[in-house]
């Protein structure tokens, strides 16, 4: 099977440009490709995961991918999907965060030997001259038709800035430089890139005369459409130290019944075969299928090692083990004790991070959705002493699956 059809097999395509040229490319031609990655935050997130698939189905197959880091467009900001303009950052900060995104993508794409490239479009946007681009590439867009994109619908209402109108000439730029350069004949992205891929491949066709092609991938999102990737604490991040591999295998494993067979196609090499069988499954069967897709996707960000200690620490808990050495702990000591008084029930989510502000802390307890060693806290006053931690630790649960560990030295 060709590495297009089992793209399509997994529901990863969602639009092409050109349906036959590129399943014809992808057949008979070695192609290079590539996907951009704007280094907006110090790691990527469960909302890159699906390309950094795409990206190692597509090597697999013996394509050669580029990985443009966005060190020059997150200057200025893609407006896709936002009411308001991003935050603008630094030009150290961005530097920090491609470094972060190198680390990274080396776990899921090879390149060694030039068998893929990692490029930062900062090499090259940064040393343009102004008028000279309106000149090479300005000219080639019309106002009115930019307009119409989809990725400036959503500004149009609160105002879009000149800085941000500016980012679909620069990335539709630097596909004109990758075709240029290293023969890049195909751009790929989330479905919501699909405007700015199209600004790159008419420009190719006016400025070299040439055909370039663009294929978007589905965005990984629940049966309602919602997207993937958000817990009430944040984004889910493929960075241990902001997602730990236990807090990671949870997501998976806690996605619902209806997307788990999705998820299964999309982000694990799980032979298709064994997905189609699993897609006869009801009930039970159903949490198996979470808990392969649980071990294979944390297997894959944080390694086989890792996938296995939040694996067992998941079913000791499930078995009401709750001595597992692998789920979230918090340490606390005496001091944090405050003697006598003990530490309130909002410090305490505080200091394990289970909540983002003492306002959400309020809310969860008043909600109901907080206990402490299977008793619910019905108030934002209670307390814990020493003797809470008579055992050694006290168990906290957030919601219905959600548990952290915290110990008292």
Known sequence: MSVFDELKRRGLIAQMTHEEEIKR??????????????????????????????????????????????????????PTGKTDMRKMLTKEEIRH?????????????????????????????MNLNYLDFLREVGVHF????MLTAECFQSRMEKGLSFLEFNYMLMQSYDFLKLYRDY????????????????????LIRRAE?????????????????????KTEGGAVWLDPEKTSPYEFYQYWRNVSDDDVINCLKLITFVPMEEIEKMEQWEGQQLNQAKERLAFE??????????????????????DKNANSDDMPTTVLTAEDLNGEEGIGIIDLLMK??????????????????????????????QSY?????????????????????????
């Open 25 to 78: 490319l992808l057949e008979t031609e070695k192609v290079t490709f590539y996907i951009g990655f704007d280094a907006t935050a110090d790691s990527l997130h469960v909302g890159h995961f699906l390309q950094l698939m795409v990206m190692a189905h597509m090597q697999k197959a013996g394509h050669r991918p580029i990985a443009i880091l966005g060190t020059g467009t997150t200057l200025v900001g893609d």
């Open 97 to 125: 965060n491609a470094e972060c995104f190198k680390r990274q993508m080396s776990k899921f794409v090879d390149f060694s030997d030039g068998k893929a490239l990692m490029l930062e479009n900062g090499d090259w946007l």
């Open 142 to 145: 019309t106002v009115n038709k």
């Open 183 to 202: 023969g890049c004949k195909l751009e790929l992205g989330g479905n919501d890139q699909w405007s700015n891929i199209i600004g790159g491949i008419e």
């Open 209 to 229: 005369r040439k055909e370039a092609y663009g294929m978007t991938f589905t965005l990984l999102t629940t049966k309602e459409g919602k997207k993937m990737g």
């Open 297 to 318: 996707v944390t297997k894959l960000v944080h390694g086989k090692e890792e996938a296995q200690k939040a694996m067992e620490a998941a079913r000791a808990l499930f």
């Open 352 to 381: 394990t991070g289970l909540v983002p502000s003492r306002g959400e802390a309020r809310r969860l307890i008043t909600q109901g959705g907080i206990s402490v060693d299977d008793q619910k806290v019905d108030g934002i006053e």
């Open 385 to 409: 002493k020493a003797a809470d931690f008579a055992k050694g630790h006290i168990m906290v649960k957030k919601g219905k699956k959600v548990f952290h560990k915290v110990i008292l030295k």
